[in-house]
T-cell receptor
Framework: ETGVTQTPRHLVMGMTNKKSLKCEQH?????MYWYKQSAKKPLELMFV???????ENNSVPSRFSPECPNSSHLFLHLHTLQPEDSALYLC?????????????????FGPGTRLLVL | QKEVEQNSGPLSVPEGAIASLNCTYS??????FFWYRQYSGKSPELIMS????GDKEDGRFTAQLNKASQYVSLLIRDSQPSDSATYLC??????????????FGKGTKLSVIP
């Protein structure tokens, strides 16, 4: 276990549903990330939060909405998704924010949420 | 567009052999390099990080970095069946507006044959 937990682990939703993914880190880290992993494609960074402030948004469609209420929790709110959004959604955290180089920049991943959009 | 390239494999090696995994990257300004292992259906876990040219050893794993050639590799000595997984190369580089981003390759699938 890396100290990063995600719920739910599996989610099936229709295109008109609204759901939320939750991530919690128990490591005292200051930065948290959402990644998308699709088959045959590399991990894609979606959002980065540093000290609860969003610092990076990689042109993600507005049907994905992140929320970081505190440094330990990160949410990804989903609405009106498309079938191509089906993927493994991974949360990660790091001690230091991404602009800092060194050991503290190492990212630790949660187990992921396997999402299927019908 | 910053790119990280890896052979997708599968790379098959016999048990006890050395597995060599390679990665090239496009951004010369990249400063931090990571190897993650991902078992099927699981999330990535960190194997090694390397920041300066040369070799870095940790147990059976050795990471090698050559910034001039924009090349980073991972050697696994005495390969075990439990090493069978997909290995992800990740490179951190400046992405603009004071921000840095980790870019991942697609991964190389390693199969260690008993």
């Amino acid at each position: 276990e890396t100290g990063v937990t995600q719920t739910p682990r599996h989610l099936v939703m229709g295109m008109t549903n609204k759901k939320s993914l939750k991530c919690e880190q128990h490591l005292g880290h200051n930065a948290m990330y959402w990644y998308k992993q699709s088959a045959k494609k590399p991990l894609e960074l979606m959002f980065v939060y540093s000290l609860e402030e969003r610092v990076e948004n990689n042109s993600v469609p507005s049907r994905f909405s992140p929320e970081c209420p505190n440094s330990s929790h990160l949410f990804l709110h989903l609405h009106t998704l498309q079938p191509e959004d089906s993927a493994l959604y991974l949360c990660a955290s790091s001690q230091d924010p991404p602009q800092v180089a060194g050991v503290g920049e190492t990212q630790y991943f949660g187990p992921g949420t396997r999402l299927l959009v019908l | 567009q910053k790119e990280v390239e890896q052979n997708s494999g599968p790379l098959s090696v016999p048990e006890g052999a050395i597995a060599s995994l390679n990665c090239t990257y496009s951004d010369r300004g990249s400063q931090s390099f990571f190897w993650y292992r991902q078992y099927s259906g699981k999330s990535p876990e960190l194997i090694m990080s390397i920041y300066s040219n040369g070799d870095k050893e940790d147990g059976r794993f050795t990471a090698q970095l050559n910034k001039a050639s924009q090349y980073v590799s991972l050697l696994i000595r005495d390969s075990q069946p439990s090493d069978s997984a997909t290995y992800l190369c990740a490179v951190k580089a400046y992405s603009g507006a004071g921000s840095y981003q980790l870019t991942f390759g697609k991964g190389t699938k390693l199969s260690v044959i008993p």
